[in-house]
């Protein structure tokens, strides 16, 4: 419905109000007006409506990733993940369901999923120091900063293996 709308009246306000739901969630969108602000001013002067429902008719129409999580001891071969997966979301993100039946998919020895606290839709633009904290804890962890040094102000990671 979405999309027939974009592509034959443009952007109204029923569209708008779906992606900035679909972007911050309920809670952001009452609570972050700025955020909400730059993001509707980019809607209506950024963004062409045709490329906008293209976009969205193929985010709509996306396969499923067919990958399972592997029984440990079983020699049954499933499609899965090979490489280490961090997986972010907000505490009041729309998405959160799919982020977490995504999780539950993966390997938990190799995956790890984050929840950030006071976030909705979009942790980096919210909340990006405790994204950026949480990246740089993943890849400490991964053996690719030897040493990290976290405080309320910087984020430190010396020592990057190449």
């Not at 739901?21 to 972050?32: A, D, I, L, V």
């Not at 440990?72 to 490489?83: I, Y």
């Not at 040493?147 to 010396?158: G, R």
Request: aromatic fraction near 8%; hydrophobic fraction near 35%.
């Amino acid at each position: 419905m979405c999309v027939k709308q974009l592509q034959s009246k443009g952007l109204t306000t029923f569209v708008e109000d779906y992606l900035l739901w679909h972007h911050f969630g309920k809670k952001t969108k009452e609570e972050n007006l700025d955020l909400v602000h730059a993001f509707k001013q980019s809607l209506h002067t950024v963004l062409s409506p045709r490329n906008l429902s293209l976009f969205i008719n193929s985010y709509l129409r996306r396969t499923d990733l067919q990958i399972h999580r592997p029984e440990p001891g079983s020699s049954k071969k499933v499609q899965s993940l090979k490489c280490s997966t961090l997986l972010v979301t907000g505490n009041n993100s729309p998405h959160q369901d799919d982020v977490i039946e995504t999780n539950s998919r993966l390997d938990p020895a190799i995956s790890n999923y984050f929840k950030v606290s006071d976030c909705g839709g979009m942790p980096l633009e919210e909340q990006p120091h405790k994204v950026a904290t949480s990246l740089i804890l993943f890849l400490q962890g991964l053996g690719y900063c030897k040493f990290s040094v976290l405080n309320k102000c910087k984020i430190y990671c010396l020592e990057i293996k190449a």
